[in-house]
């Protein structure tokens, strides 16, 4: 799978870069001067929903897709979603699935915060959001390129992001939510290493 269309610029925030559309995730702490088509935005915590980095990105006809308790918080248009929901936007279908940590309290299952899946020029992406290894995981299907966290603490350590990924198999798989809050490049290596012959990992560098 290629990825040069896929920007990192640190955390949870990738630019995906399609033939007709920009599609942003979790805008935190940028620096670039892009522009928005789409921006997706996984929860309410302030490193994933951050108004003033979302907008940063925004033109007149930017959409955003979140969880339901963001939209009072973002200026702009806002389609609320909860696990399950699915709306087209610009021509992109975007499908919310659960995100939700098992045995700690930081994104509880109740809370309705979200992963995505969207096909964007025939590839079809997963963001898995915060989250740790869910069952949800073992049914989704054709997987073409998955963002999963690896840092441990709020989300799952590299080792539950190795077995999440061999549970979804994506054609690739790429790191994320390390290097700002918690987490290192020493987690995206291990992910990558532990994955080695199983699954292609592609660990970015920040924009």
Known sequence: ???????WHGHDTFEIRGKNVNIFTDPFQLT??????????????HDHCSPDDIAKLLKNDTEIAASQD????????????KPGDSVEIKGINIE????YNIGKDFHPKENNWLGFIFDLDGTKYYLAGDTDFIPEMKNLDDIDIAFIPV??????TAE??????L????????????????GSESDASL???KLEGKIPVKILDKI
């Open 96 to 99: 919310a699935v659960h995100a």
């Open 167 to 182: 549970a979804i198999n994506p054609k690739l798989a790429i790191p994320m939510h390390y290097g700002a809050i918690v």
């Open 160 to 165: 539950e992001a190795v077995e999440a990924a």
């Open 191 to 193: 992910f990558k290493d």
């Open 1 to 7: 799978m290629t990825v040069e269309n896929i920007i």
């Open 32 to 45: 670039a001067k892009s522009k928005a088509d789409i921006i997706l935005v996984t929860h309410s915590h």
């Open 151 to 156: 840092s441990g603490t709020y989300v799952m």
């Open 70 to 81: 963001c939209k009072s918080k973002i200026n702009g248009s806002v389609t609320a979603m």
